[in-house]
Structures are given as structure tokens and as C-alpha cells.
């Protein structure tokens, strides 16, 4: 059970699907908001659903957190909680607030089709309150077995949203919320507030699609006797077209995006800042991203989460990414070339394993690219090679000297040496790439024979 002095705060998906980047918008507020205040942060899986729950989906919205750098501090089931909900209805039942009802679900549809054509809201008409215990032994005898519907107030219950602030809900123009189903299995609301109450959560933050919910919920926990919990609402991301995301269809999955080697630090502040009044900017750490979170800046509009803009910012993440940052993943990748190796191809990269590539150009096998025109010209390099060592003025002095006894400038200077020593037309600045080659390896690219494209320190490095 979390400490009770401090704010607890929980994600609650459904192991129905891959959890999207709206998804993460979700779980990353709640987490960033206890870590910022240090508190606890709960994975609840709502997995009462057993039809379309799957363990695969559970285990996969694990790997997602992880991924984004939220593990959970508390991790519970919803499914082996079972006893705890029913507990709760007892209640509910014995203090008069939960009761049965014996309709089917057809005389429930064919009573809200004759509400509509009289122009009246579809809410239920409490009749099972009705009801005498003839008729209801009667319905017993016929083998129906009742759902129980919660009693509300019929108040106006209203709470300060930490998005939307203000908000006033008359419960009289709701229907009773169902809780139990007939076969004793419960629905959504119960186990939901149960939970909140049980694990001591102080702040609810979810999507703008359960606002509705919100009045139905306050009322509940107040009839088991507990406080209610802070809410805030956030807008929902959708897809440029202003579709939806989608769990079902697979909507911008986390799992996807990570496949496609995405940063997990550009994904978590897309997520977080798209739809705020914060520009879209790279961050160095979560805790940086905890720092922006403002809920009373997130946008009451539904919020265009563009791909496009995600992957250049995926890309901006790793070129302002601290070499402190990148290293185990260098060293994972087989990278030696330390912080000067970091710091020459950071800006190049678009996804971070792309570091590879240019770091088998330092110091592997290259094809080079040359024309036959050039071959006089690049030996010539070769001869005004100055002695080691290298550092990062010797590509100045080495082209001051170079220009002067060829009279080549601009590209017909600069391009033919960068095709000869990477195989590319661009990339990272020579003079920080040429002293993590080393003095040999650049005579021998640029003495190969020419029309040879393969160097003379081995075969050729495959363009990822």
C-alpha cells in the first residue's frame, strides 16, 4: 500500500490491444506528476474483461513503460481483486444505493426508442424501485436473474478539473449506472472506484472521454464512505486526419514506434507537450519533461499528432543527447570512440543506430567513391598529410596547405576528399572524423587506384 502522505497516481489500461500514443499521454502525466512530487505511480490492468483480455496485451503494456522510462512502482490485476469489488457491492446493497433490476436487455432498448420519439433523454425510469416482491419472485421463478443498478443522489456534484477547471454534473439527468452485471460479473465503474479508493489514489488524470464518468464516480466513493480523488481531464490526441487512435487498429503502437527505432525520450515529450501551450522540444531527461507538465496548459481542443513531426523530433533528441546519455548504447553496439566519436556524428544521426555506420567509417572497411579525375588530386592529398597526432585543428591546416598546392576551392576541393574518406556526400564534419580515422588509414583511402571503390584497409560498409 503506497504512503498515505504522499500523492499517488495510477494508469488503468485495458490488456485489449497495443497501447498508442495517446495511451501514453495517459500513463506519462500521471507518472511524471508522482515523480516530480515523489510519489507513487500504480499500473492497474482493468482486466475484468475476460473475453478480450489477453496476457500478451498485459505483457506488452509492460515492455511499453519500460520502454518509456515509467516502470510502475506498484503493478496489480484487477482480476485477482474480484473479492474486494464484491465486498463493495455488499455494501452498496445493504446502505440501499445498489439494486435489481430484472429487464432484458431488449425491453431496456425498446424503452429508450420510445423515450426518443417523445423527445424525452433515453434515462432510465426506475422501475425496478417499483416493483412489489411478487413480481420480483415472479421474475425469479421465470429464471431471470437481476443486474443491479447504483442509486444516484440526484444531486449536482461538481469538482475543480485540473484541466477544465469547474465542473458541475446534475445526476438527475443520468441514468443509474449498472455495476453488476446479471451473471455477477462487474462492469467498468465498480472495480474502478474500489481500486481508487483501496490503493489510496489522490489524483485521477485520464482522457476528456471520461468526464462523463467523472459525476457517477464522486458519487460512488462518497456512498463507500471515502473521499474522492482530484480529476483532471486531458484532451485526446488523433491522427493528422482528426481520426481517433486506436488501440484495435493499431494506431501509432508504441511497439511500433520503437520498432522503427524512434527515441523513447523524443515519443514520451511528443506525447506530453502536443496540445499544450509548450512548443514541441527535445528534453535530456524525464525529469526535464516532469518539469514541463502543466495540466491547466493542456488545450480543451482535441490535439493533431503528426508522425512526421515525431520522427524530426526523434532526431533533434539524439543530436542534442549528452555523450553521458549515449554511452552504454554505444558500448552495446560495439562503439569504442568515446565522447569525441559521440559529439562528431550526433547531429547526423536520425536514428541511433545509425552511430554504427559511421563508426565502421572511422574505423573499418570503406568503399570509397572517387572520380578518375580526382586520382592526381587525392594522391596529392595524401603526400600533404601533416604527422601525427591528430586533433581537431589538423583538417585546417591540412586543406590551408591543400588548396595552395592544387588551386582547387569549394566543392571541388572538399567533395571529392569526403567521397574518398566516408564513400558519402555528406555527413559528419571531416575535421572531427579525420583523427578518429588516423593518419594511415586516410593515406591508404586516399592512394586507392583509381576507379577502385574499394579502399585499401578492406571491403565495403553497407549504407544503413
Keep these: 500500500m503506497p504512503d498515505a502522505s504522499s500523492p499517488v497516481l495510477r494508469f488503468a489500461p485495458s490488456p485489449t490491444g497495443l497501447l498508442h500514443v495517446g495511451n501514453a499521454r495517459t500513463a506519462l502525466l500521471n507518472a511524471l506528476l508522482a515523480r516530480r512530487s515523489g510519489g507513487t505511480f500504480i499500473l492497474r490492468l482493468d482486466d475484468t474483461d475476460t473475453a478480450r483480455s489477453r496476457p500478451e496485451f498485459?505483457?506488452?503494456?509492460?515492455?511499453?513503460l519500460d520502454w518509456l522510462g515509467i516502470p510502475p512502482d506498484l503493478s496489480v490485476r484487477q482480476s485477482d481483486r474480484l473479492a474486494l469489488y464484491g465486498e463493495a457491492a455488499e455494501r452498496l446493497k445493504a446502505a440501499g444505493r445498489l439494486y435489481p433490476c430484472f429487464e432484458t436487455e431488449e425491453e431496456l432498448d425498446l424503452k429508450r426508442k420510445l423515450q426518443r420519439a417523445r423527445g424525452l433523454p433515453p434515462v432510465y425510469d426506475r422501475a425496478a424501485l417499483r416493483l412489489d416482491p411478487a413480481a420480483r419472485a415472479r421474475f425469479a421463478a421465470e429464471g431471470r436473474a437481476p443486474h443491479?443498478?447504483?442509486?444516484?443522489?440526484?444531486?449536482?456534484v461538481a469538482w475543480d478539473d485540473g484541466v477544465r477547471g469547474p465542473q458541475r454534473v446534475d445526476t438527475a439527468s443520468l441514468s443509474d449506472p449498472v455495476l453488476v452485471r446479471a451473471d455477477g460479473s462487474f462492469l467498468y465503474t465498480l472495480p474502478s472506484v474500489v481500486d481508487d479508493v483501496a490503493l489510496g489514489v489522490t489524483q485521477v488524470v485520464r482522457g476528456e472521454d471520461h468526464v462523463t464518468n467523472t459525476a457517477v464516480q464522486i458519487e460512488i466513493i462518497e456512498a463507500l464512505g471515502a473521499r474522492p480523488p482530484r480529476f483532471a481531464h486531458h484532451n485526446l490526441l488523433t491522427l493528422p486526419s482528426g481520426e481517433g487512435l486506436s488501440k484495435?487498429?493499431?494506431?501509432?503502437?508504441?511497439?511500433?514506434?520503437r520498432e522503427d527505432g524512434l527515441e523513447s525520450l523524443a515519443v514520451a515529450a511528443a506525447a506530453v507537450l502536443v496540445g499544450t501551450s509548450r512548443p514541441l522540444q527535445p528534453v535530456a531527461s524525464l525529469d526535464e519533461l516532469a518539469a514541463l507538465v502543466d495540466l491547466s496548459e493542456i488545450s480543451r481542443a482535441p490535439a493533431r499528432f503528426d508522425p512526421q513531426e515525431l520522427t524530426a523530433l526523434s532526431a533533434r533528441t539524439l543530436h542534442v543527447m549528452s555523450y553521458a546519455a549515449a554511452r552504454p548504447r554505444l558500448l552495446a553496439l560495439g562503439i569504442a570512440g568515446g565522447a569525441d566519436f559521440w559529439l562528431a556524428v550526433r547531429g547526423n544521426l536520425a536514428r541511433f543506430e545509425e552511430a554504427a555506420f559511421w563508426?565502421?567509417?572511422?574505423?573499418?572497411?570503406?568503399?570509397?567513391?572517387?572520380?578518375?579525375e580526382d586520382g592526381a588530386f587525392l594522391a596529392?592529398?595524401?603526400?600533404?598529410?601533416?604527422?601525427?597526432?591528430?586533433?581537431g585543428e589538423t583538417y585546417g591546416a591540412w586543406i590551408a596547405g591543400l588548396k595552395a598546392v592544387s588551386g582547387r576551392g569549394g566543392k571541388a576541393l572538399f567533395l571529392p576528399l569526403r567521397?574518398?574518406?566516408?564513400?558519402?556526400?555528406?555527413?559528419?564534419?571531416l575535421a572531427a572524423l579525420l583523427p578518429l580515422m588516423g593518419r594511415a588509414r586516410v593515406a591508404a583511402r586516399l592512394?586507392?587506384?583509381?576507379?577502385?571503390?574499394?579502399a585499401a584497409d578492406g571491403a565495403a560498409i553497407p549504407r544503413p
Excluded: M, N, Y
Excluded at 58 to 64: F, G, N, S
Excluded at 148 to 156: D, G, K, P, S, V
Excluded at 362 to 369: D, E, N, Y
Design 359 to 372: 563508426w565502421r567509417v572511422c574505423r573499418g572497411p570503406l568503399a570509397g567513391v572517387r572520380a578518375a
Design 58 to 64: 498485459a505483457a506488452a503494456i509492460a515492455a511499453d
Design 248 to 257: 484495435r487498429l493499431g494506431h501509432l503502437s508504441l511497439k511500433a514506434l
Design 419 to 429: 567521397r574518398a574518406l566516408t564513400g558519402e556526400d555528406k555527413g559528419p564534419e
Design 380 to 391: 596529392a592529398a595524401a603526400a600533404a598529410l601533416p604527422p601525427e597526432p591528430w586533433d
Design 148 to 156: 443491479w443498478r447504483f442509486l444516484l443522489a440526484h444531486l449536482e
Design 447 to 454: 592512394r586507392a587506384s583509381d576507379g577502385d571503390l574499394q
